[in-house]
């Protein structure tokens, strides 16, 4: 049985989310948050598979929503 709780993201990407969309930065995202880049960027990942849509607009320069 699958519960309405199950289908919602975890909170901890959306954390790293609003990190990332203050900063619009991964880096600045992960150095606020104490947490390798490469860990933002799964956590974003994983945060826009789970809702099913792009959150973050991606250039080699700049991240925007």
Request: proline share 3%; aromatic share 4%; no cysteine.
């Amino acid at each position: 049985m699958i519960q309405r709780w199950d289908t919602l993201p975890e909170l901890e990407a959306v954390r790293v989310f609003v990190a990332v969309a203050e900063s619009a930065s991964f880096r600045s995202a992960a150095l606020a948050l104490r947490v390798p880049r490469s860990t933002v960027s799964r956590r974003i990942s994983s945060l826009e598979s789970a809702l099913k849509t792009r959150l973050l607009q991606r250039t080699t320069r700049r991240v925007t929503l």
